[in-house]
């Protein structure tokens, strides 16, 4: 079975840059088939998609975060990582990792979410 676990700090300042990294066991990041997502959920609203790693290495991006948000993977470790520059208060969120095959909208497997909260 094949799980995910998100690990970041839990506080950021304004301005400052925080990685959240997730580690999948129970199966490969390299998987034939598969995008690696990061998803957040704001307090009071819905989820927003903020990014995928293929399982080739190919990266996707929500436009709107794209400048802020790169993505990089430790196949050796197993990790996809999410890096999120200039942090504000409305980057305040539960910050999720998910996995989904290739050619689906449904994610098969999620991580149980890490808060992240940027106040001064």
């Known amino acids: 079975q094949v799980q995910l676990q998100e690990s970041g700090p839990g506080l950021a300042k304004p301005s400052q840059t925080l990685s959240l990294t997730c580690t999948v066991s129970?199966?490969?990041?390299?998987?034939?088939?598969?995008?690696w997502s990061w998803i957040r959920q704001p307090p009071g609203k819905g989820l927003e998609w903020m990014g995928a790693?293929?399982?080739?290495?190919?990266?996707y991006y929500n436009p709107s975060l794209e400048s802020r948000t790169p993505l990089s993977r430790d196949t050796s470790k197993n990790q996809f990582t999410l890096q999120l520059n200039s942090v504000t208060p409305e980057d305040t969120a539960v910050y999720y990792c998910?996995?989904?095959?290739?050619?689906?909208?449904?994610?098969?497997?999620w991580g149980q979410g890490t808060q992240v909260t940027v106040s001064s």
């Open positions: 998910a996995a989904r095959r290739v050619g689906s909208s449904e994610y098969e497997y």
């Open positions: 129970g199966g490969s990041i390299t998987t034939d088939g598969y995008f």
């Open positions: 790693i293929r399982y080739s290495g190919s990266t």
